[in-house]
């Protein structure tokens, strides 16, 4: 069943009502939920409630809880992910919503020298991809919302890596060796460049700046398919020193 995120939710004596948001819109008008169905909701926080519906119109939704239950963090290997804005929006969406759905607990776009777009994400546009996120939560039922961060440019990345393990995708890295995946901790930062790659000064910059440089093999990947798969090999097979 999919979880429904909805950040604002308060019980009161066994009872939560949601109004005066999206979701009301898409349970009562959309999915045409009818009173005495049941539904997971989750605050994006790790709080899971299992609800009933006793009431549901067009303004207003209310909720029996049945039961809730606080969930444990689902990935033990943090990926905060660094994405840099792509030509198409529409793959950088792609790239999001399947990131989200393995798990990064962070994302946060990043202007380069080879990104076309340079200007920051707008709010519009950071809105969309929060309600991307929302969709992909629930979807995937992860309890835990992932943090969305207005877009920052290259220069400024190692303001916002914290002590986390650093890793930038490169095509010219040595593909023999693959991902070691032999981490001093479970926090890792990974970078993922736009479709023209990054130049010679922003590689020396990232490797003078502690970023290890890996490659996913010999054949070029689209930026978004490197994402994908750079953060599902992250989380599923790493491997933390003792």
């Not at 819109?25 to 006793?54: A, M, P, Q, W, Y």
């Not at 930026?223 to 490197?226: D, I, R, S, V, Y």
């Given at each position: 069943m999919e979880y429904y995120i909805y950040e604002k939710i308060s019980v009161?004596?066994?009872?939560?009502?949601?109004?005066?948001?999206?979701?009301?819109?898409?349970?009562?008008?959309?999915?045409?939920?009818?009173?005495?169905?049941?539904?997971?909701?989750?605050?994006?926080?790790?709080?899971?409630?299992?609800?009933?519906?006793?009431?549901?119109?067009?303004?207003?939704?209310?909720?029996?809880?049945?039961?809730r239950k606080k969930i444990e963090y689902d990935t033990k290997v943090k990926v905060t992910l660094f994405l840099s804005h792509l030509r198409n929006m529409s793959r950088f969406e792609f790239a999001i919503e399947k990131c989200v759905e393995l798990g990064v607990i962070k994302i946060i776009p990043v202007i380069t020298d080879n990104t076309v777009n340079k200007s920051p994400l707008s709010k519009h546009k950071l809105l969309r991809l929060k309600n991307i996120i929302k969709s992909a939560t629930g979807q995937s039922q992860r309890c835990y919302l992932t943090e969305l961060s207005e877009s920052i440019y290259l220069k400024d990345i190692n303001k916002f890596t914290g002590n986390g393990e650093?890793?930038?995708?490169?095509?010219?890295?040595?593909?023999?060796?693959?991902?070691?995946l032999n981490f001093n901790n479970y926090n890792i930062n990974l970078l993922i460049g736009p479709e023209g790659g990054f130049n010679e000064n922003e590689v020396s910059f990232l490797i003078e700046n502690g970023w290890k440089t890996y490659s996913l093999g010999n054949r070029k990947l689209r930026?978004?398919?490197?994402a994908i798969v750079s953060v599902y090999e992250l989380i599923n097979h790493s491997i933390i020193k003792k």
């Open positions: 009161v004596k066994d009872t939560l009502t949601i109004e005066k948001d999206p979701l009301r819109k898409h349970l009562s008008t959309v999915l045409r939920k009818k009173v005495g169905e049941n539904l997971e909701l989750c605050d994006g926080k790790g709080n899971l409630f299992r609800c009933k519906i006793l009431y549901i119109s067009k303004n207003i939704i209310k909720l029996e809880v049945i039961e650093k890793i930038v995708m490169y095509e010219f890295a040595d593909y023999n060796k693959n991902f070691e930026a978004e398919t490197a």
